[in-house]
């Protein structure tokens, strides 16, 4: 059975970081596609960045420069590392797994975790 559980979410200011981890269980990083996603209220989930199992990745313009995601396949899991954050971040950010190299399309969800960002 695959399991992600994310963590790492949390409130910051506007101008900061933070670092998502998503743990997979049942799943191996390595060998597929996975990306984050993020939802904000009243607006549909949008892929934030995905991740092949080359290495990979491709960004959303909104995020692009900002954010970097990469996996650990020692610890099976994977990253989303924020920067220069803005209030337009605010949502809930999801770990997604594909069960495919390509394409990335999710098959697996976590539960999520919610970033807030002030201004």
């Known amino acids: 059975q695959v399991q992600l559980v994310e963590s790492g979410g949390g409130s910051v200011q506007a101008g900061g970081s933070l670092k998502l981890a998503c743990k997979a269980s049942g799943y191996t990083v390595s060998g597929y596609c996975m990306a984050w996603f993020r939802q904000s209220p009243g607006k549909g989930r949008e892929e934030v960045a995905h991740i092949i199992s080359s290495g990979q990745t491709s960004y959303a313009n909104s995020v692009k420069g900002r954010f970097t995601i990469s996996k650990d396949n020692s610890k099976n899991t994977l990253y989303l590392q924020m920067i220069s954050l803005k209030p337009e971040d605010t949502a809930m950010y999801y770990c997604?797994?594909?069960?495919?190299?390509?394409?990335?399309?999710?098959?697996?969800w976590g539960q999520g975790t919610q970033v807030t960002v002030s201004s």
């Open positions: 997604a797994a594909s069960a495919f190299t390509w394409p990335c399309n999710p098959r697996y």
